[in-house]
């Protein structure tokens, strides 16, 4: 199944199934332009990982490292597939990072690899935008990854059992492709990281592991039409805005 949450049209938000054109909630059956989409899910926090394709690593001119790099998106960046994201104002450099998101189904602390599987409900794809103007400048990145809108997450929650093990992570941006790789070529495996991270802190229901970006990385334009698609998964889609 390919969950979802949305708003119908009495204004009550639920959780059902995607249809791809249409989504349903117990015996009724909605069109999407009769519904609002929202997030897949409500975390607590987005924990990102940086370089963690080697490719991406040798595009940026930064060595792979040795262990999971880890920063965090706090709820004001998650935005929703079909959204409008409104980029940092003044800033020269936006870019788009697609990534695998791995949906945690429990709270948890201190999961080995081993039994990581136990803890994931889903996977759903993530846009990890970042603004690299103020990125290259501070240690904690805060203004160049927190910003309101910064992780556009969705449009589902997939169950484990639709992500091939080799699935494709691509990026499009009006229609053309400017990311392409798999999960096959992850430095640190979706176990991997889970223990590392839960090693760490306690992860929470909803809570989202974005997993890095391979190569391709570029800046967004004002009006620029974004798809992620996660195979297996489904595609997100929303549109940057520069004021």
């Known amino acids: 199944m390919r969950r979802v949450r949305f ?6 938000v639920r959780t059902g199934e995607w249809h791809g054109d249409a989504v349903s909630f117990a015996d009724a059956t909605y069109d999407l332009d009769e ?7 409500e975390p ?7 370089i963690n394709y080697a490719d991406h690593a040798e595009e940026t001119g930064t060595d792979v490292p040795d262990r999971p790099m880890l920063f965090l998106k706090p709820p004001n960046t998650v935005a929703a597939h079909g959204d409008t994201v409104t980029l940092p104002e003044g800033k020269e450099r936006v870019d788009w990072e697609a990534e695998l ?18 803890v994931i409900d889903g996977y759903t794809a993530v846009c990890d ?17 927190a910003f309101d809108g910064a992780a556009p997450v969705g449009p589902v929650v997939a169950d484990p059992n639709h992500l091939p093990e ?6 499009r941006v009006n ?17 991997e990281l889970i223990e590392e991270i ?10 989202v592991i974005s997993t890095g970006t391979p190569a391709g990385v570029g800046g967004l334009e004002d009006g620029d039409e974004v798809a992620v698609e996660i195979e297996g998964v489904e595609t997100l889609r929303f549109t940057a805005r520069r004021d």
Do not use: H
């Open 7 to 12: 708003r119908d049209p009495a204004g009550m």
């Open 35 to 41: 519904v609002d989409l929202l997030p897949p899910s």
């Open 44 to 50: 607590s926090k987005i924990v990102c990982i940086g």
């Open 101 to 118: 998101g791995v949906v945690i189904g429990k709270q948890c602390r201190n999961v080995t690899a081993a039994a990581a599987e136990s």
């Open 129 to 145: 935008l970042s603004n690299r103007d103020d990125q290259r400048n501070e240690q904690n990145w805060v203004r160049g990854k």
């Open 166 to 171: 080799n699935a494709a992570v691509e990026l």
């Open 175 to 191: 229609g053309e492709t400017k990311q392409s790789s798999d999960i096959t070529q992850l430095v640190f495996s979706v176990p």
């Open 198 to 207: 839960s090693g760490y802190m306690t992860l929470e229901p909803g809570d």
